[in-house]
């Protein structure tokens, strides 16, 4: 299937060729920047009915590599299909997020939860838009799909929602550790029955976000996050894989023995500092700061520049989160410019 | 001073003198955590009322020691105090955290606000906060002084309030560098005036709070948050100091060339990974899970060993972040007895 990609930028690197200059994509591209996917949701009375059509989804995927030019697509759609998928359904609030209108409290809650194919079954929406996106790309850019990480889907559950602590989530791994594995192992398992479905209706490429990593305490993530983390990576040896844990700079050893292709970054992690845990082999992915493109053209491009010289080869260009909504459509474009113009 | 106080463990270690055992408080100890606060809180119509009241604010401080036997008192105040001597008022919304009307927007808002001693007077009711609580404590243990860090309280005049990314406080520094610089330069004075004042009225020891330091990238940090610290550091040679930078890992080895005598760090640092940045001679303070809190007595008593063991001796002993208010007391009561009857 690369063979046939006019642009394999980002499967080179992330399967350690050399390439002439680094790919670029932007976490959360296929959204509000973008006036063409403000007017595509506006077709929707709410945003999961928007997810959950895989024309639409297939559309906004596509939008920005027609309008941006970057070297790779990533699916539209929600980290939050899984627990639904799993029984915990899910509303998303407008301006303030998603909320969980029953959370996992206790082993008996776990119990009722579907789980892995049985559950994956009812995600056949992405798989369609999967396999949609990949037809109508024509081979243009590689496909990346993607899922969230068991502890951050875990949180979201537990929690009900977004949090300023997640300290509903976290006293639960203290006070029901059982439990919380049970909870765990169920994500896990539908995790991995959605993804080799996402693989298989045209996925070149999986990304992991574990975006509430960073709240927990380095033995916890070896113990409740990391383990699962593992068995993800492990069970889809198809495609190479990107995990992206957001504030977890002291998980990077821990990811350097796991099969992942890929590491993401956060913007507080130096480049070498990274490359220094996770050896010499694996790609880089990030890291640049999202609030940077609200600079001037000669501010992003002086510091795109800087990044890249940091990182060297080995090195996807992304930003350490995803982009501000609201952030200036023409920083955007400098930035991908710049990046697009580098020769290694 | 010290040689007055009954207890002075907290003073010995912050000095890089040797103890018998770790002394022990907790952010956030004067505060919903016990009843008696709860009980003081509802004779004031709003949280601003309670904080301007000196004899309120004293009763606060002192709770936890009464009730809890903590080894340290630190005096009932707010960070956003200082904003508002600025002439910057907030409000603090009950739930929901602060809000303030106006922000700061570009050169001239800046230009407007006071600072040093001037703005720093109008914050005396903090002092005699301090010098009643110094009286009525008759020297059982040291009195805590604090202020926000530079940057932290910049992020709240320019953001408005709490914020999941900080993004606009983040985009001026991008946009408007040297507005930034000047805006954190009046902080910077007022933070001083004010802090020497605390010390003039029987702080014994000084903390700076920078609760969004890891919203920065190090490169940021390093311009806009680390020499504004240096600067309060120097400015206050009377008292040891402790800055504690939620999030900020990579700026451990910054902190280690100022004249801080203890380094604070939240629960994702690991104690040798902060050893071997600070040196040896600093002392480290924390870094409990506040949720370990939530867990069974012999859950937290084997947790807590294993933390005074990790860091061994040049410890103060705290939590990663502030007590979260529904921590049951019993919990809190387990850890600071636990820690209390260790022997080095």
Known sequence: M????????????????????????????????????????????????FVKNPAAASEATIQPVDELGVDAAIIFSDILVVPEAMGLDYEMIEAKGPKFPTTIEQASDVEQLRSGAEAAASLSYVWEALALTKSNLQGRVPLIGFAGAPWTIFAYMVEGGGSKTFSKARRMLYQQPETSHALLQKITDTTIAYLQGQIKHGADLIQLFDSWAGELTPEQYREFAAPYLAQIAKALPEVPKTVFAKGAWFALEDFAEMPWQVVGLDWNIPPAFARARVGADKALQGNFDPCALYG?????????????????????????????????????????????????
Do not use: C
Request: hydrophobic share 40%; net charge positive; glycine share 6%.
């Open 296 to 344: 001037s053209a000669e501010t992003i491009r002086e510091r795109a520049l800087e990044m890249v010289r940091a990182f060297g080869p080995k090195h996807i260009v992304n930003l350490g989160h995803g982009v501000y909504p609201d952030t200036p459509l023409e920083g955007v474009r400098t930035f991908v410019q710049t990046i697009q113009s580098v020769r290694y």
């Open 2 to 49: 690369t063979m046939q990609l006019e642009n394999d930028l980002l499967l080179r690197v992330a399967n350690g060729a050399s390439v002439e200059r680094p790919p670029v994509w932007l976490m959360r591209q296929a959204g509000r920047i973008l006036p063409q996917y403000r007017a595509l949701r506006a077709n929707f009375p709410d945003f999961k009915a």
